[in-house]
């Protein structure tokens, strides 16, 4: 099998809790392979794939997607929603606006507010992304089965929340 670059971890079968003299504890293990997934992450920008590829940058597909979610709102809701500050929603959302992705309207009951829309560019340009990112997903999951894919998510899921957990606790 060959060598992986930073994949000194990578094990058929996962290490033990406790390791042993020549294998890394389970904790360590799973700390460098979360380092490394965040720089391959980063680095390739999980992008997707064709004409999609590396198109969005995450600040921008984590604010498109909100929107297209929730629907329109204020900066203080989105920044609340995605766990940031106003002023980064504001500095992220403005390119987001300058290109027709979004739209900026006041508020209609309190002009000094303003409300963000995904628009509907901003909804097909989003949408094509998606796609893109999931012919990604799959073709990088493409030998695992729904059950395997699906404990991945539900894992990953639960490591993510546990993440913000431990930012907003602290």
Not at 65 to 80: F, I, N, S, Y
Not at 161 to 168: E, G, K, R, V, Y
Request: some cysteine.
């Amino acid at each position: 099998m060959p060598t992986h670059p930073d994949l000194t971890t990578h094990h058929t079968e996962l290490p033990s809790a406790g390791g042993s003299q020549d294998e890394p504890p389970l904790l360590e293990a799973l700390q460098h392979q979360v380092a490394v997934f965040a720089r391959r992450a980063e680095q390739t920008r999980l992008g997707g794939v064709g004409l999609a590829r590396n198109s969005m940058d995450r600040a921008a597909y984590l604010l498109l997607t909100r929107l297209d979610q929730e629907g329109p709102m204020g900066v203080k809701g989105l920044a609340a929603g995605m766990g940031i500050d106003s002023s980064t929603v504001t500095r992220q959302v403005a390119p987001l606006v300058e290109s027709g992705l979004v739209t900026r309207s006041t508020h209609p009951e309190d002009g000094r507010a303003v409300v963000l829309q995904l628009s509907p560019r901003g909804k097909v340009r989003l949408d094509e992304v998606r796609s893109s990112r999931r012919e990604l997903m799959e073709l990088l999951t493409e030998e695992w089965s729904e059950e395997e894919r699906g404990v991945f998510c539900a894992l990953l899921t639960r490591f993510n929340i546990a993440l913000h957990d431990a930012q907003t606790s602290g």
